[in-house]
T-cell receptor, first 111, second 110 residues
Framework: DGGITQSPKYLFRKEGQNVTLSCEQN?????MYWYRQDPGQGLRLIYY???????QKGDIAEGYSVSREKKESFPLTVTSAQKNPTAFYLC??????????FGEGSRLTVL | KQEVTQIPAALSVPEGENLVLNCSFT??????LQWFRQDPGKGLTSLLL?????REQTSGRLNASLDKSSGRSTLYIAASQPGDSATYLC?????????FGKGTRLHILP
């Protein structure tokens, strides 16, 4: 089945730690996005990548980093510089017509 | 700057009723508008995508309309069921920038 997979589903981080969230897709899509969702808020764009080996900052990139070494993978690292990392993180990829498909999300909690 | 608003933030209706969810946006120069459903603790599921040249899209009991000139879209749900309870979000796409509303939390009362 084609789809987009995020892991882990739940993640806990101690103060000062970096953590990496995985996003993998087998849809052969060029573009991939990372969003952050907080309670009662709309989704906010962290980083996006339109093609392999290229990515751009979104609206809230500070404290985050990404890589796009393979078409199917777009991991997100939440660094210790992110002061308020507790949130629900969503990865998405659009079809050629612009329809967005999302993974199941990863919930990060800072202890 | 594009802003997307969804009112009301929450809505409760008895099972079987038809209902309308609203989405408004400030800049009419959009490529498309998409409606999503989100269950608690889950990712977003695409419901309907309306391209800028289209006026409406239908899927089963769902019908979405788009009026770019007034900056509005509606999602019509016919014969609501308890399984329709979820948060519904709309998003507009312009210049590779997708802006989301905060969603309407829908509760269908059995």
């Amino acid at each position: 089945d084609g789809g987009i997979t995020q892991s882990p589903k739940y993640l806990f981080r101690k103060e000062g730690q970096n953590v990496t969230l995985s996003c993998e897709q087998n849809l052969n899509h060029d573009a991939m996005y990372w969003y952050r969702q907080d309670p009662g808020q709309g989704l906010r764009l962290i980083y996006y990548s339109q093609i392999v080996n290229d990515f751009q900052k979104g609206d809230i990139a500070e404290g985050y980093s990404v890589s796009r070494e393979k078409k199917e993978s777009f991991p997100l690292t939440v660094t210790s510089a992110q002061k308020n990392p507790t949130a629900f993180y969503l990865c998405a990829t659009p079809t050629g017509s612009g329809e967005l498909f999302f993974g199941e999300g990863s919930r990060l909690t800072v202890l | 700057k594009q802003e997307v608003t969804q009112i009301p933030a929450a809505l409760s209706v008895p099972e079987g009723e038809n209902l309308v969810l609203n989405c408004s946006f400030t800049d009419s120069a959009i490529y498309n508008l998409q409606w999503f459903r989100q269950d608690p603790g889950k990712g977003l599921t695409s419901l309907l995508l309306i391209q800028s040249s289209q006026r409406e899209q239908t899927s089963g009991r769902l019908n979405a309309s788009l009026d770019k000139s007034s900056g509005r879209s509606t999602l019509y749900i016919a014969a609501s069921q308890p399984g329709d309870s979820a948060t519904y979000l709309c998003a507009v796409d312009r210049d590779d920038k997708i802006i989301f509303g905060k969603g309407t939390r829908l509760h269908i009362l059995p």
